[in-house]
Structures are given as C-alpha cells and as structure tokens.
C-alpha cells in the first residue's frame, strides 16, 4: 500500500470513528505501529487529525481532506464511475466540470477522447488539460480552495453567468433524496451551484459513501440533478428514494 493512500485510509476510517487507537489502525493497514505512529504524527503536523495518547481524534479542520488524500480513497469505484459518467457526453460537447476526484478521472477519459470544450473552476484539472490539443478549456476563476484546488466565490459565480454547458459533472460531498446535493464549503455551494444553473443537464457523480450523507452546505435539491451515477456499494434504499424522486440512477 502507498504511502498517500495508507494515509487516506487513516483518515477516511478517524472521520468515520472520531477517534482510533494505533492498534486498530495497525490491524487495519497490516504494518507496524512503528509505522502508524509516524503516519498520525505526519498528519497531525498537517492538521488533518489530532494526535491523542494511543491513537488520533478528528482535526481543527473537520471531515474534508484535501484532494490528495482523497484521490486514493475507492480509486477502483472511482474509475468505474468515471468510464460510465464520460460514456453520458456526446461528441463536441461543451462540458461543466466542478473539483474533485471523480471528476479529474472524467476529464482525463474525456481529454483522451477529444475534442471536447471543457469549462472548470478545478486548478488541477485545468493543469491536465491545458496541453491536450483536442480539448478547449475554460477555466473560470475565483478564490483557491486548498482542500479541493478549485476556484470558488463571487467571481466564479458571475463569470459561469457567461456560458452555457451541455453537460456539467458535479462532484458532492453528499446525496440524499431528503436534502439534494450537498457539500462541507459554503462557498463551494454556491459555485457548484452556478455550475447547474449554467448547464442543460447535472450528472452528480459520487462514489457510494456519499450516498444518503448529508454535510454542511446546500448545492441543490433532486430536481436540478439529470443523472446520478454511483458505484455498487451504495445503499440501495437510498437509491431507489433518490430514482423515486425522478432522477435516473447509474450503478456500476
């Protein structure tokens, strides 16, 4: 197991607890608690968890890890949605892509495919894209989220006043059929949001840990999502609520 991804583990499995004890995570990861120790102490330096006698509690920065702990998190669901999500967007269209992992593993299929118009707040995908011939990239601006690498707040909103997307994949931090779409950052709400006003169609893409969470912020209700696509670990009542409510359900 790589380093990133032990760590994200670690975390994925504190934020789920609260709190965990070197032992169990040593059991979990099957290395030393030689090794553990260090892990938490790295991550602690980072502010990502808190260091407690025998083990690690939930950090100052709450339950959102920065995107480079999360890209490990269900890489294989991940890639799986991703290759379902890119199938959805015809040829030459102009596609909306908001931050996350998901969403950076669509852009590199659709990039591949080409050509494509590609219009995202996400620094990092923009970074991957910008040398593909084939693909026309917008990248729209704002204020720099270090946790997601995208670019939030008022001068994202009204610049994405401006286009018109065919389609716009829209990572969540959660999905219910009770609360809608929502993710940890106010300002990445109302970002995400301008993203589905701009756009004919929201496909969410969200691996199955999301579905039925509900976290801090309001992206939208049901009806603004066109196409939910998940993996097949997710709670299937969950999905039957979120298809009941007229939104079509990709399980991969």
Known sequence: MLRTERHARILEHV????????????????????????????LDALNLLRRTHGGAALGSIGLEAPLQYRSERRRPEKLAIARAAAALVPAGAVVGMTGGSTATEIARLLAERGPVTIVTNAVNIAAELVLHKDVTL??????????????VGPTAEKALTEYHTDVTFLGVDGISAAHGCTTHDQLEAATDRAFTNS???????????KIGKVTLAKICPLAAVGHLVTDGEAAQEELERIAAAGVPVTSV
């Open 199 to 209: 756009s004919s169609r929201t496909v969410v893409v969200a691996d199955s840990s």
């Open 15 to 42: 934020s789920a607890k609260g709190s965990v004890g070197v032992e169990e995570l040593s059991r979990l990861l099957h290395v030393s608690g030689a090794t553990v120790r260090r892990d938490l102490q790295h």
């Open 138 to 151: 917008v990248v729209i601006g704002g204020t720099a989220r270090t946790e997601s690498y995208e670019l």
